[in-house]
């Protein structure tokens, strides 16, 4: 279904109340008797009355002039106080839209909710148990942009207790029982290589009951824009240290690890001849061998206390209950995880012996490394436990309010301006625009890297006559997409610099931005291998848009999203499918047939 912005944001009967006295007025002077002499008296009361309604006219239209003055003036002060909005690009009228939308979803969401169930990824209520209790998470934003949600939060009753049945018992040994870790190694390729593995590995934390150890912060490749400080942790992207996710995951520093199991006296005391050097290593690192602060010093240390299991492209990882017990798996699970880790694949059971490890590290180093989704890469075979924590992703895994703010604002703008083009918003508040991520930079699957003629020529019937095209890019000549333009609206974040005030963000936030607008067009086509298009489809799924409106610009794959993908090779990292978002509020496997 399809509803469109200016429509939410009329203002129904403003001059009602005074209109509807006028109105009964006039009927009450209509049945007098109508004599002679009566009539120029009458003539002089119709003339009074016109005059009185015309004076009432009059008033309306001024009082509704007045008040789209005082949302512009409001608008206008919001710009003055940095709220972003620069003038002459429509930013007074986001801001008196968003007002009024606001409006309208406080009504909305007192007489209903907002719905819990997103587009096509979404499931009838009675199929959602675990979401009873649950609702829609906040963005913390000078407008609204809420629709940009697709987590919860809270979570439902049920996740908010969930107990994992893989943390094992304690073996304290002297009865006091000692925390165990997992401490693991960035992934180092691009911002969506460590996502992926950062997701898998919180998972595995969660899931095992291990308070998972934060690497040092590192510069990661291609994300280095800030001058000042170019070694990032995770907790500049995501939310890792609220109450709730602390809940879900205990997580604490390398420099607090070191502290509480380091010393002599510590599970894991650091060697007397390296401690300088691995203390040095611990608020940051670099990654070069010969740095004084090489993270080399840290993984060395954590792997010659740990247990370091070979997790790779050659293995799938398993919980079974029945297994994690030490009980012999049912004949039908192992015919499903056979059928999840495919021909290539050999399945890692997690057991109750792995878990008596205190200390599990996961190298990165090649060999070592997990380039794989945590839904093709991990497997739960109770569909119901599998599902929580691919919510746990979801409403946990995202990126801060600040970025989803500024994506907020520029998605709005581009509606408005689809909208005056005559494009429909759709119903979770996406579309009105369409969107492509093209990567070009040093993307190595050189075939892909294709023409902007080839572009325009591959997708054009997918795009509707005159609709803007928004390009999230890392292209920086834009006169590249110059073909395009001559057929499309194209824009760009740049067109939005001053606008979304991005120039007093983080620099490193701005692919993060560019994912997230890309996410919301109405069609989207990206560039195969890459997992930053990967992103864009999976924060697609979870605002419950189909697959079969995702492309990509490479003519061979144009369509491969619109089949799920049930299998695995070693190029499954560079998809995302519909097993990251549909049906996952549910207990059991959802159809395959719509997504
Ligand atoms: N702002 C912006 N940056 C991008 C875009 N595409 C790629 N990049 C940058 O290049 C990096 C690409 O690496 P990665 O995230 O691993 O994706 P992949 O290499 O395409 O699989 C991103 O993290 C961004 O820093 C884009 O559309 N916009
Ligand atoms: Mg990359």
């Known amino acids: 279904m ?5 429509a939410k944001s009329s203002r129904p009967g403003a001059p009602s109340s005074g209109g509807n006295q006028h109105y009964r007025s006039a009927r009450a002077v209509a049945p007098m008797k109508r004599s002679k002499g009566t009539y120029s008296r009458l003539n002089w009361k119709v003339l009074k009355m016109m005059i009185f309604l015309i004076g009432a006219v009059v008033m309306v239209v001024f009082y509704q002039r007045l008040h789209i003055a005082e949302d512009l003036t409001t608008a206008g002060s919001a710009s003055e106080s940095g709220s972003s909005i620069s003038s002459g690009n429509g930013g007074a009228q986001i801001v008196s839209n968003a007002k009024r939308s606001n409006a309208e979803r406080n009504f909305k969401s007192e007489r ?44 439902g009753t049920r996740d908010v207790n969930f107990q994992s049945p893989f943390t094992g018992k304690s073996h304290g040994g002297d009865g006091e029982e000692k925390t165990k870790y997992l401490t693991f190694e960035p992934d180092r390729g691009g911002w969506n290589n460590i996502r992926m593995n950062l997701e898998n590995v919180f998972i595995l934390a969660a899931a095992t009951g291990r308070t998972l150890v934060m690497p ?111 009980q012999t798996v049912s004949s039908e699970n192992a015919e499903r995880v056979k059928s999840f880790c495919g021909e290539k694949r ?28 945590y839904y093709g890469y991990m497997y739960f075979t109770n569909t119901a436990i599998f599902n929580y924590y691919k919510r746990f992703v979801r409403d946990f895994m995202h990126y801060h309010d600040e970025i989803y703010c500024a994506a907020g604002k520029i998605i709005l703008a581009l509606q408005l301006e689809g909208e005056k083009l005559g494009f429909k918003i759709d119903e979770e508040g996406g579309g009105g625009f369409s969107s492509m991520h093209v990567r070009r930079g040093d993307l190595q699957y050189k075939a892909v890297k294709i023409s902007a003629e080839e572009w325009y020529d591959n997708l054009k019937d997918t795009w509707q006559d005159k609709e803007i095209i928004y390009i999230a890019t890392d292209e920086r000549n834009k006169t590249f997409f ?100 549909i049906g996952i509020d549910g207990d059991v496997e959802p159809s395959k047939v719509k997504f």
């Open 216 to 326: 040092p912060a590192v510069p990661v490749y291609l994300l280095t824009h800030d001058k000042e400080e170019k070694h990032k942790g995770f907790a500049d992207f995501y939310n890792l240290y609220s109450d709730e996710f602390q809940h879900r995951v205990k997580i604490i520093s390398t420099e607090e690890f070191i502290t509480r199991e380091g010393g002599e006296d510590g599970q894991f005391p650091i060697l007397e001849s390296k401690r300088e050097e691995v203390l040095k290593s611990s608020i940051e690192c670099d990654k070069r061998a010969k740095s004084d602060i090489s993270c080399d010093h840290i993984w060395e240390y954590l792997e010659s206390k740990a247990f370091v299991p070979q997790f790779n492209g050659t293995t799938c990882l398993i919980f079974d209950e029945d297994s994690f017990e030490g």
């Open 482 to 581: 110059d073909p395009i333009k001559e057929h499309n609206n194209v824009k760009f974040l740049d067109d939005y610099w001053d606008y979304a005030d991005l120039g007093k963000l983080d620099g490193n936030y701005m692919g993060m931005i560019d994912t997230i607008i890309a996410s919301r067009g109405r069609s989207f086509a990206g560039t195969f291998r890459s997992t930053f298009t990967g992103y864009i489809n999976r924060m697609r799924g979870y605002h419950g848009m189909s697959m079969k409106d995702s492309y990509y610009g490479f003519l061979e794959k144009k369509k491969v999203t619109h089949e799920w993908l049930d299998y695995y090779d070693g190029t499954t990292f560079a998809l995302e499918w519909p097993d990251g978002w």
């Open 112 to 155: 209903q909710g907002r719905s819990l169930a997103r587009g096509i990824s979404g499931l009838p209520l009675s199929e959602t148990p675990a979401l009873v209790g649950g609702s829609r998470g906040h963005i913390q934003c000078e407008v609204d942009v809420d629709e940009l949600v697709y987590w919860n939060d809270p979570q």
């Open 2 to 6: 399809i509803r469109s912005r200016a």
């Open 346 to 373: 050999i399945p890692y059971y997690i057991t109750e012996a792995t878990q008596e490890e205190q200390l599990i590290h996961l190298k990165n180093a090649k060999g070592w490394r997990i380039m794989a989704h």
